[in-house]
């Protein structure tokens, strides 16, 4: 049975369901993608999102399209597609990469291209300065694209910027409940009529595929991952991204396909129970994500280090905040730089934080409770 399924209007583009999968984690082989795309269809899913850069991820979904054409009667215009190239490279490159995922897509035209991994300042200056310039004006001259957006692991101020300068008409961002720090931002694009893209919000979001008993007993009689979903989609975000690597990762996200309405006061009071919760597990030293301890001569990310801080000790999220911690330094622009362990214990940051953490002690707990030895990343 196929689901009848919400639209949104994504930006300029085309109407896309609440969720939309990501096929990063689909790469092994052609049964995994075709398993997982029909099983998207099956849910109610439209929206597919991809890059040139995910391994055979454009060849397999361009095989899946063609094959579910012939066999299942699912035509190719059911789909709304997105991939995405990174901000680098000169006018040529850039044309003959994009005409090689039209290629392995087996399409003429793209709905919606993310520049992806606007992360740093100069990335945005080659959009808006760069090769950037020419290459848009040549997709759009040409009507390969129906929009461009961009994806972003950057600062608040640097998205910002992005989601102001008219160039995009959606963006990708990390939106999540137990890190809310980019909503407003997300509410700002959806103000200028764009579409937005929640990235991961199950993964990336605190792994609430997998989450702690302290979770699970905080959010009854809810899933803390349907509780997550439903913050974002009450919020107005279009799509959520799904990065199913396995059918009963659809579970979840499926019964939530039509769930855009506000949140009722049962949904409501699990939010509020969830952070009573993390509250008292984390007495008077939660932090509260204000960013006025900012900056640290040392350039540490603190409320990023104490946000994972709370993620373990508060909601017990543990591992993931142990992965996340461990990523730092090596992952360049997609994540933080620098760990607790740059703390020269100048105390600068204590007077400025209104909750009067002692952030260096904070810091020191932090480190010796998550470092550890890095694990395989994918992305971002
Ligand atoms: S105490 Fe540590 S975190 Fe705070 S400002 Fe100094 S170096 Fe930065
Ligand atoms: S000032 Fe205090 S509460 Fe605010 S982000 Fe920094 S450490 Fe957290």
């Given at each position: 049975m196929i689901i009848d399924s919400q639209k949104r209007l994504f930006g300029k583009g085309c109407n896309v369901s609440l969720f939309t999968l990501g096929t990063?984690?689909?790469?092994?082989n052609l049964n995994k993608m075709y398993s997982l795309i029909k099983r998207a269809h099956q849910a109610g899913i439209n929206h597919l999102e991809t890059a040139?850069?995910?391994?055979?991820a454009e060849i397999l979904i361009g095989e899946v399209l063609n094959k579910l054409e012939n066999s299942e009667k699912i035509t190719k215009k059911e789909w709304i597609i997105t991939t995405k190239v990174l901000p680098k490279g000169d006018f040529n490159y850039l044309k003959k990469n994009f005409k090689n995922s039209l290629k392995n897509l087996k399409?003429?035209?793209?709905?919606n291209l993310a520049i992806h991994g606007i992360n740093l300042d100069e990335h945005l200056d080659w959009v808006l300065n760069g090769e950037g310039v020419k290459f848009l004006q040549w997709l759009i001259k040409n009507d390969l694209v129906d929009q461009v957006g961009f994806s972003s692991h950057g600062s608040y101020k640097l998205i910002e910027k992005a989601i102001n300068c008219e160039v995009f008409s959606f963006c990708n961002l990390h939106l999540h409940f137990l890190d809310q720090s980019k909503i407003s931002l997300a509410q700002l694009a959806l103000k200028k009529k764009m579409g937005v893209l929640a990235i991961s919000p199950a993964d990336k979001g605190g792994r609430l595929y997998a989450p702690s008993d302290t979770l699970l007993k905080a959010s009854a009689p809810y899933h803390p991952l349907a509780l997550a979903y439903r913050f974002l989609l009450s919020k107005g975000i279009t799509t959520l991204s799904l990065g199913a690597s396995?059918?009963?990762?659809f579970y979840i996200a499926e019964k939530l396909i039509n769930s855009s309405q506000k949140l009722t006061s049962s949904e409501i009071n699990a939010l509020k129970n969830i952070e009573k919760v993390a509250n008292e597990e984390l007495k008077s030293s939660k932090c509260e994500q204000c960013r006025s301890c900012l900056p640290c001569p040392s350039e540490i990310p603190i409320p990023e280090i104490l946000r994972l801080r709370n993620i373990s000790l508060?909601?017990?999220?543990i591992e993931f905040a142990k992965e996340r911690y461990n990523l730092i330094g090596r992952a360049g622009h997609w994540?933080?730089?620098?760990?607790?362990?740059?703390?020269?214990?100048?105390?600068?940051c204590v007077p400025k934080c209104p909750s009067e953490l002692n952030i260096p002690e904070l810091l020191k707990q932090t480190h010796n409770l998550l470092v550890e030895k890095p694990k395989k990343r994918l992305w971002g």
């Amino acid at each position: 049975m196929i689901i009848d399924s919400q639209k949104r209007l994504f930006g300029k583009g085309c109407n896309v369901s609440l969720f939309t999968l990501g096929t990063m984690r689909a790469t092994e082989n052609l049964n995994k993608m075709y398993s997982l795309i029909k099983r998207a269809h099956q849910a109610g899913i439209n929206h597919l999102e991809t890059a040139a850069s995910y391994g055979k991820a454009e060849i397999l979904i361009g095989e899946v399209l063609n094959k579910l054409e012939n066999s299942e009667k699912i035509t190719k215009k059911e789909w709304i597609i997105t991939t995405k190239v990174l901000p680098k490279g000169d006018f040529n490159y850039l044309k003959k990469n994009f005409k090689n995922s039209l290629k392995n897509l087996k399409l003429k035209k793209i709905h919606n291209l993310a520049i992806h991994g606007i992360n740093l300042d100069e990335h945005l200056d080659w959009v808006l300065n760069g090769e950037g310039v020419k290459f848009l004006q040549w997709l759009i001259k040409n009507d390969l694209v129906d929009q461009v957006g961009f994806s972003s692991h950057g600062s608040y101020k640097l998205i910002e910027k992005a989601i102001n300068c008219e160039v995009f008409s959606f963006c990708n961002l990390h939106l999540h409940f137990l890190d809310q720090s980019k909503i407003s931002l997300a509410q700002l694009a959806l103000k200028k009529k764009m579409g937005v893209l929640a990235i991961s919000p199950a993964d990336k979001g605190g792994r609430l595929y997998a989450p702690s008993d302290t979770l699970l007993k905080a959010s009854a009689p809810y899933h803390p991952l349907a509780l997550a979903y439903r913050f974002l989609l009450s919020k107005g975000i279009t799509t959520l991204s799904l990065g199913a690597s396995k059918i009963e990762d659809f579970y979840i996200a499926e019964k939530l396909i039509n769930s855009s309405q506000k949140l009722t006061s049962s949904e409501i009071n699990a939010l509020k129970n969830i952070e009573k919760v993390a509250n008292e597990e984390l007495k008077s030293s939660k932090c509260e994500q204000c960013r006025s301890c900012l900056p640290c001569p040392s350039e540490i990310p603190i409320p990023e280090i104490l946000r994972l801080r709370n993620i373990s000790l508060g909601y017990g999220q543990i591992e993931f905040a142990k992965e996340r911690y461990n990523l730092i330094g090596r992952a360049g622009h997609w994540w933080e730089e620098k760990n607790a362990s740059f703390c020269l214990e100048c105390n600068e940051c204590v007077p400025k934080c209104p909750s009067e953490l002692n952030i260096p002690e904070l810091l020191k707990q932090t480190h010796n409770l998550l470092v550890e030895k890095p694990k395989k990343r994918l992305w971002g």
